[in-house]
């Protein structure tokens, strides 16, 4: 068991598909240290064909570590594209929540990755979940002055009227956070 994961965390596609091929049910093993399934740990790393190689050997797409990340959180936080696209057209469950309540959505909001946050919504992602402090992707958005997914999400029916546990919409947010430019552009949401 230990071999398939060092063969994972080394991207030895080889050696893993033999592995798998003398024992299908490995494909949902856990790294003992981390608790990651094999799957979580090629998306965070970026290892798109041993991803494919797992899921078309039936690992389990929804899987959580201990907080809750499932490996399709993994890919939109780490930026990894291809296999957050390669996961949800796979069936990966997009508004699957971990411990502190953040979504893929949430994830790829703080990333600044566009097509990844369309695809999330085109997939169904809900653009008004909220963590557990009551943040939602677009508050996450305008605190860090990203201006082109506010924009995504508001076009795709995020409420600008929702605020967080302190009392704070995505305006206030923006504000505070010295993002004058998309500020200005919420602002103009409330004219």
């Known amino acids: 068991m230990i071999d398939i994961v060092e063969y994972i965390k080394n991207n030895d596609l080889e050696k893993a598909k033999q592995c798998i091929e003398k024992d299908n049910s ?29 899921v078309e050997n039936g690992a389990n797409l929804n899987s959580r570590s201990k907080t809750g990340l499932t490996a399709l959180m993994f890919a939109c936080a780490e930026k990894q594209i291809e296999i957050a696209k ?52 677009l508050m996450f958005a305008a605190g860090i002055g ?10 795709n029916g995020a409420d600008i009227n929702l605020k967080n546990k302190d009392g704070e919409n995505a305006l206030d947010i923006a504000i505070n956070k010295g993002q004058k430019e998309t500020a200005e552009f919420l602002k103009k949401l409330y004219e």
């Open 146 to 155: 990203d201006l082109e997914t506010v924009k995504i999400l508001i076009e």
């Open 26 to 54: 490995l494909v949902d093993t856990r790294d003992e240290e981390s608790r990651f399934t094999l799957l979580m740990i090629c998306a965070k790393k970026g290892y798109f064909e041993m991803t494919k190689l797992l």
């Open 86 to 137: 390669y996961l949800i057209d796979c069936g990966a469950d997009v508004n699957l929540r971990d411990r502190p309540m953040f979504s893929a959505l949430l994830y790829g909001s703080l990333t600044k990755e566009h097509s990844i946050i369309n695809y999330l919504i085109e997939n169904g992602a809900d653009v008004n979940a909220k963590n557990f402090k009551l943040v939602t992707s």
